[in-house]
């Protein structure tokens, strides 16, 4: 019968009781397992690439939550005005001559923003603003104004970064334009390296429920 620190530890965190079992198996067999989980990242092509996300901002009376953004090109954001004051309105945008609109050369702004609308008579009316960052000209750090129908103004920040992506340039030799060989050749390289992962995975699980048997047989054993 298992004591009750071994039947802990098998309830424990995965990546625990992983360790757990490692440490208990001939170093031969402990060896080669932690080598194959070690391979199977690097074979694995993970890619860095951003994924578009989209960001909320709670607009209130005296505040904006949160009061700065950082995105990158591709994202969106949106202002959602939550000030449920009566005949308050907001508007958010970019005052560069800080002249008191939006309505100048390179401004721009979210459009008057009410607490609640009634769209069956007015299809303009917003309570959001809805932002898409899809332009790279766009690539800066911003103060905006959020103006108050009342005349107040918060001052909120909008900052704005260049989605890079590296790219490796082949190598001296290979194919710059339409080739449809080595297309067919490259994509037989993937295909193959998907099968060795998999094959690779799935030695490296037999591996890892063989040592788990293992390691039980023998404190069944001993007990």
């Known amino acids: 019968m298992m004591s009750p620190f071994v039947v802990s530890m098998f309830h424990a965190d995965p990546m625990g009781r992983f360790l757990f079992i490692c440490q208990r198996l001939p170093p031969a067999m402990r060896g080669g ?3 194959l989980l070690l391979v199977i990242p690097l074979l694995s092509g993970l890619a860095a690439a951003h994924d578009p996300d989209t960001f909320t901002v709670i607009v209130r009376e ?3 939550d949160p009061l ?6 591709n994202d969106t954001v949106q202002y959602y005005n939550v ?3 009566e005949n308050i309105t907001h508007e958010i945008g970019l005052d560069l001559n800080g002249d008191g609109d939006f309505n100048d050369t390179d ?3 979210s459009g008057t923003l009410h607490s609640e609308c009634d769209w069956d008579n007015d299809s303009d009316c917003r309570v959001a603003w809805i932002f898409v960052i899809n332009n790279t000209a766009l690539v800066g750090n911003y103060i905006l104004s959020d103006l108050l129908s009342d005349g107040t103004e918060i001052e909120v920040r909008l900052n704005i970064a260049a989605d890079i992506h590296i ?5 001296i030799g290979e194919c710059f334009g339409d080739c449809e060989e080595e297309e067919v050749e490259e994509e037989m390289k993937r295909s193959s390296q998907t099968d060795l992962q998999k094959g690779l995975m799935l030695a490296g699980m037999m591996m890892f429920g063989g040592a788990s048997a293992l390691f039980v047989a023998t404190l069944m054993q001993r007990s």
């Open 33 to 35: 397992l932690l080598a």
């Open 83 to 85: 000030d449920h004051r």
């Open 167 to 171: 790219e490796v340039a082949p190598p």
């Open 62 to 64: 005296d505040s904006h």
């Open 68 to 73: 700065e953004v950082d995105l990158v090109v």
């Open 107 to 109: 401004e721009f702004s």
